[in-house]
């Protein structure tokens, strides 16, 4: 592994582990993101970066470049709370650590590491001089990413801050090349009972007994659902129940159930709640289905609702995104890439789902450390993720532009 990008990816190592560590010691679960963001506002400004921008929903915004194509690589900063401390065995959530060639803490792998080196890779090409003179390059340390995926870009495109022709993100891949995922809903379903004391249960409708054979018709539901290639089987389970009454002595008069629906391809908002209406259980009992909205004030205290529905996207091998990967991928890192999909969802739902603008992903670290106890990054994923980065936008600046 001997190529240009990586050699100087790698005297940047201790670099790249320092703002690494530094950037995963600040806390920053959703909507508390301000300390991070302002940091990392200071670091690019510091390494060269021509425009700097914190938007109204505080996503941050760095540029380097003035070609007349514009691309942009994306990584959340926010993370996901620690969940019980007693289960970081190995580390400690913060600070961060470096040891065994791994940094350790909340968000190295979710997804700082990607953020990170993204950031380091394009202010690498323009100290060697080696921005495409045709690219504006835009990194982008977004916001509230983990409480709902994608919003953050919804604001960025439909208030015109930016909209590039294309989209890297930076989520972890375990290096490879992924280039589309499942989409997502959050669904609730309710039943009404009428309440009475619960001594003579008979007097009342009990809400539970209606949503019980609900449930039983969604976990066949569950299993019905056919696997559709490539991105695999959709699939829809029950993640949260309650239940009201005006006393533990009395018969339930509501009950509600959260569903968290995974789409694959062919399936979308109309189609999922249409099958949960033509539920025999629903019908009988009448239910109410609602698909949920989001409405949570961002850092800087802008609320942007949004209906919590998540696209599917997926993008052909043969897009001149997924080509330009491959090829960069073998230039920087001397390997033969494989290229799959994620399991879990990121900002693509509205970046491509949504708006239409292709996407690839390659990021550092492993999905399986992503929300876990023990977070772990290897510091050569680090180095290797760097020079492809930069690679990437050196291979894709020779494609054709896109037709506008």
């Known amino acids: 592994m001997s190529s240009v990008l990586y050699n100087e990816a790698k005297k940047r190592e201790d670099k790249i582990v320092k703002f690494l560590q530094d950037a995963a010691t600040i806390p920053s679960t959703s909507s508390q993101e301000g300390e991070v963001v302002k940091f990392l506002e200071k670091a690019m400004k510091d390494m060269g970066y ?29 993370t996901v709370d620690i969940g019980d401390i007693s289960l970081w065995t190995k580390c400690k959530p913060y600070p961060s ?14 997804q700082k590491g990607g953020l990170i080196t993204s950031i380091v890779a394009i202010a690498m090409l ?15 340390a977004s916001v509230q990413e983990e409480d709902c995926d994608g919003l953050c870009w919804q604001y960025i495109v439909k208030e015109n801050v930016l909209r590039p022709e294309m989209v890297v993100s930076t989520e972890p891949t375990s290096l490879q090349i992924y280039r589309g ?14 309440s009475c004391h619960g001594s003579a249960p008979e007097r009342g409708e009990n809400a539970v007994y209606k ?5 039983k018709d969604i976990e066949k539901l569950n ?15 029950i993640s949260h129940i309650r239940s009201t009454s005006p006393s533990l002595c009395a018969v339930a008069d509501s009950c509600t159930i959260h569903l968290d629906r995974r789409l694959t391809t062919g399936e979308n908002e109309e189609t999922s709640v249409a099958e949960l209406k033509a539920l025999p259980s629903v019908q009988k009992a009448n239910a109410i289905i609602r698909v949920l909205e989001y409405a949570v004030p961002s850092w800087t205290g802008l609320t942007y609702p949004t209906k919590k529905y998540f696209p599917t996207w997926h993008i052909e091998k043969t897009t001149p995104q ?9 230039n920087a890192l001397g390997e033969e890439p494989v290229v799959s999909n994620w399991v879990f969802s990121t900002n693509g739902v509205s970046i491509c789902g949504m708006f239409g603008i292709p996407v690839i992903g390659l990021g550092p670290g492993h999905e399986r450390f992503a929300h876990f106890p023990n977070e ?10 760097t020079a492809f980065y930069a690679s990437f936008a050196i291979e894709y600046a020779k494609t054709e532009a896109p037709a506008k």
């Open 97 to 110: 650590e470096v040891r065994d060639g791994k940094v350790y803490g909340r968000g190295v792998t979710d």
């Open 376 to 385: 772990e990054i290897d510091i050569a994923d680090l180095i290797k993720a």
């Open 181 to 194: 995922h499942r989409g997502r809903m959050e669904i609730e379903i309710e039943t009404k009972g009428i």
């Open 126 to 140: 323009k100290e060697l001089n080696m921005v495409p003179e045709n690219l504006t390059i835009w990194v982008v």
């Open 50 to 78: 021509e425009e700097v921008i914190i938007d109204g929903m505080g996503n941050l915004l760095g540029r380097i470049g003035n070609g007349p194509r514009v691309i942009a690589f994306d990584g959340h900063c926010d």
């Open 322 to 330: 997924v080509t330009s990967a491959v090829t960069a991928f073998k």
């Open 223 to 237: 299993e019905s659902l056919p696997p559709v290639e490539p991105l695999g089987k959709g699939t829809v389970t």
């Open 211 to 215: 949503m019980a054979d609900i449930i």
